[in-house]
């Protein structure tokens, strides 16, 4: 499994990349490789205003529906549209193909999610189960 | 409860299945991924493990008469050898499980029923059993492996001396020699592709398995649970406990080729008569998105804001590439291009009731 360095984790499987006072949202290879052929995208509004764990898009794979929630508070500044004609882009790369970009308004709920070394060790304790 | 393993288990770590808990058993959802499974069957063909299915055996002098008035169709037209589909109704009218019966002799046959059904099964047919008839639940002593897709005879055939060319759809030889293992083959399959379904000892799975995926080479591929409900649903074929429940009967899931109300009295009978002759108060109607969204069980079915149903089953079809649905509404709306909403995530989303627009092979 790609777990990169510089992001930080959900235990909902998502990831972000902070760049300034912004972050980069996507999912993980974990939650790609689980969901498998991603064949729709529902995603998040453009411009509203999200709480931290707020269901903000939805991650539809041929058999299940799975809600992506935000990371951190913030305004959803940018929306990945690509994925809306090829949603397949998920699966092929979870890190390169971003869903949304939020502004991030507060540093300090960064602390509350998880490194790459911590994310790994909770998808190998998640796949013991 | 601990999860049950089929005798393939094995064979689905080697070819990296990924293992999911289905309804107690051990089952690969799907190996190299759904829509490569679902093309596969569709273009060439795929290896599916169905061992959870059961297997219950009805024998005894009165065997015919007894499966006669439990199920809808009619079995006493039925040839040696030969399988039809049916129902199995409660006297309601809503189905205890849909099955096959494959007919050795008059008094000998064969349930095929659903994984999850076979103790309710055993002890429905326990519970009407007459005499002269006798039951056994044959599900352990039974791995099934179905072989789908256009190339199925082809690569089937390799692995076999027995004419297989000879065993016409719903129909089945007993004795078939695969790679020294004497297997029942059928010619049956839950794909809309053709195939072959292999009856055989557990401790013969293997290597039967392996014998196939060798011969076939490059033209097969083992396919999990997902390309089996995404094949299924396609080809419109239906699922017990989303099209048919205990709380559907078969003619308002449209399947009144199964029911036959001109024979002699069965259970279920009286209510799916009245049924027929009164109309019905809902039926399972065909429909494709407008608006974006796949369609999904349980979702609800709207018009003009009011709800007028739910949905059945539903997918993006990989081969048709069309969001598709089942959805068991008010009949007064049951009518071709009539417009209907689906309600997804609170959101009103357009789709319109179509006929003949899942996958047919003969048609498409």
């Known amino acids: 499994m790609n777990t990169p360095d510089d992001l930080f984790y959900t235990q909902n499987h998502e990831w972000i990349k902070v760049e300034d006072d912004k972050a980069y949202l996507g999912i993980t290879d974990y939650a790609q490789y689980n969901l498998g052929d991603i064949v729709f995208v529902e995603l998040p509004e453009l411009d509203i205003q999200v709480e931290m764990e707020e269901a903000i898009a939805v991650v539809e794979s041929v058999k299940a529906v799975s809600s992506i929630y935000a990371p951190i508070s913030g305004t959803i500044l940018e929306v990945n549209e690509e994925l809306e004609d090829a949603p397949e882009l998920l699966n092929e790369d979870p890190y390169e193909n971003h869903i949304a970009i939020i502004s991030l308004d507060d540093d300090s709920e960064l602390d509350e999610l998880m490194s790459a070394t911590d994310y790994d060790a909770y998808c190998a304790k998640l796949d013991k189960e | 409860m601990s999860l049950k393993k089929t005798p393939l288990y094995d064979v689905h770590l080697k070819y990296k299945g990924k293992i999911v808990d289905y309804g107690g058993w051990e089952l690969p959802v799907q190996y190299e991924g759904i829509k490569k499974e679902h093309n596969m069957v569709r273009e060439k063909a795929g290896l599916f493990d169905v061992s959870h299915m059961g297997e219950i055996e009805v024998t005894g002098e009165n065997a015919s008469q007894f499966l006669q008035y439990l199920l809808t169709n009619d079995i006493s037209k039925m040839s040696d050898n030969q399988i039809i589909y049916s129902f199995m109704c409660y006297p309601h009218g809503g189905v205890v499980d849909d099955l096959l019966v494959y007919k050795y002799s008059n008094t000998h046959y064969l349930l095929v029923v659903n994984a999850a059904n076979v103790d309710k099964d055993r002890e429905w047919l326990e519970d009407n059993l007459i005499e002269g008839v006798e039951i056994k639940n044959l599900s352990d ?58 009856y055989l000892a557990p401790d013969d799975a293997i290597l039967v398995w392996e014998d196939i995926m060798q011969k076939g080479g490059e033209d097969i591929k083992p396919a999990g649970l997902g390309a089996r409900d995404s094949l299924r649903l396609e080809a419109k074929l239906p699922l017990y406990g989303q099209e048919i429940t205990a709380d559907i009967t078969p003619l308002e899931a449209k399947l009144g080729f199964a029911v036959k109300l001109d024979k002699d009295d069965f259970i279920g009978k009286a209510v799916l008569l009245k049924q027929k002759e009164n109309n019905i108060a809902r039926t399972l109607v065909e429909f494709e998105m407008i608006g974006k969204g796949i369609p999904r069980s349980q979702y609800e079915v709207a018009k003009d804001g ?11 079809a990989p081969t048709l590439q069309k969001n598709l649905g089942l959805a068991l509404i008010k009949k007064e709306f049951d009518k071709v291009g009539e417009p209907i909403e689906i309600i997804i995530r609170g959101k009103s989303v357009n789709a319109r009731i179509v006929e003949n627009s899942f996958y047919n092979r003969k048609k498409n």
């Not at chain 2, 492996?145 to 089945?172: M, S, Y």
């Not at chain 2, 009011?306 to 993006?316: F, H, K, R």
């Open chain 2, 306 to 316: 009011e709800i007028i149903g739910l949905v059945t089953s539903g997918l993006l």
């Open chain 2, 141 to 198: 002593d039974y791995a099934l492996i179905a072989i789908q897709g256009p190339l199925a005879e082809d690569i089937l055939q390799k692995t076999t001396t027995a004419d297989l060319q000879a065993i016409k759809p719903f129909t089945f030889n007993q004795a078939v020699n695969i790679a020294g293992k004497n297997c029942l083959v059928s010619r049956t399959g839950y794909t809309g592709e053709d195939g072959f379904e292999i």
